[in-house]
């Protein structure tokens, strides 16, 4: 069965620290990789996405996440963590099917990243 | 609008009534997607418009779910004779075009409780 991993339910980190989400998918082929994050009382909102080429992607708010095709990884980033951080993460797969068409988007359980002053 | 609009933000319903939740895609967008989010869950994925295709319903629950998407916009999920845990956030996405390296965009979601 395809499935997204992200192991640790909650990350702490220190304002100023790097930290790291960490994902890790099992679905055939190679897929599109997607970092998501949600906000309290807020929606879903688009970080990154991995489709092909650099494995070091870089999206918004300063985050960036590298994929790791023989680890089927792609942990999130960033080299300085910020208060205004925290929140609720969600990494995501879609796999590629024939002809590049949609399929569903897999989401992992999501992490929840605390940022501490 | 220039977002996923989804409505009510809130409802409240008495265990065994019928819901429908409204989801109104960005203009333009083909695809578009239902998800539930329970307290300290992930998402769980319920169903799939793309275009004219015929929809994914594959994470369906049960068959008091069902949803339907006219004229290639406007999604409504309608839950039957709900129950306790049905009670969820209830999360719409549309995304542009058919390739599937696009990103979805989410509205804010349909908060579900059935008392």
């Known amino acids: 069965a395809q499935s997204v991993a992200q192991p640790e339910d909650q990350v702490n980190v220190a304002e100023g620290n790097p930290l790291t989400v960490k994902c890790t998918y099992s679905?055939?082929?190679?897929?599109?990789l997607f970092w998501y994050v949600q906000y309290p009382n807020r929606g879903l909102q688009f970080l990154l996405k991995?489709?092909?080429?650099?494995?070091l992607v870089k999206g918004s708010y300063g985050f960036e996440a590298e994929f790791n095709k023989s680890q089927t990884s792609f942990h999130l980033k960033k080299p300085s963590a910020l208060v205004s951080d925290s929140a609720l993460y969600f990494c995501?797969?879609?796999?590629?099917?024939?002809?590049?068409?949609?399929?569903?988007?897999?989401f992992g359980k999501g992490t929840k990243l605390s940022v501490k002053p | 609008g220039a977002g996923v609009s989804q409505s009510p933000s809130n409802k409240v319903t008495e265990k065994g009534k019928d819901v429908e939740l409204r989801c109104d895609p960005i203009?333009?967008?083909?695809?578009l997607y239902w998800y539930r989010q329970s307290l300290g869950q992930g998402l769980e994925f319920l169903i799939y418009?793309?275009?004219?295709?015929?929809?994914?319903k594959s994470g369906l629950p049960s068959d008091r779910f069902s949803a339907e998407r006219t004229g290639g916009s406007v999604s409504t999920l309608t839950i039957q004779r709900t129950q306790q845990e049905d009670s969820a956030v209830y999360l719409c996405?549309?995304?542009?075009?058919?390739?599937?390296?696009?990103?979805?965009?989410f509205g804010q979601g349909t908060r579900l409780t059935v008392v």
């Open positions: 418009f793309q275009g004219n295709s015929a929809p994914d």
């Open positions: 679905v055939s082929g190679n897929p599109y």
């Open positions: 995501a797969v879609r796999p590629k099917s024939y002809g590049g068409s949609q399929g569903n988007l897999i």
């Open positions: 996405a549309s995304s542009l075009g058919a390739g599937a390296n696009t990103e979805a965009f």
């Open positions: 991995y489709i092909t080429g650099d494995n």
């Open positions: 203009s333009g967008h083909t695809a």
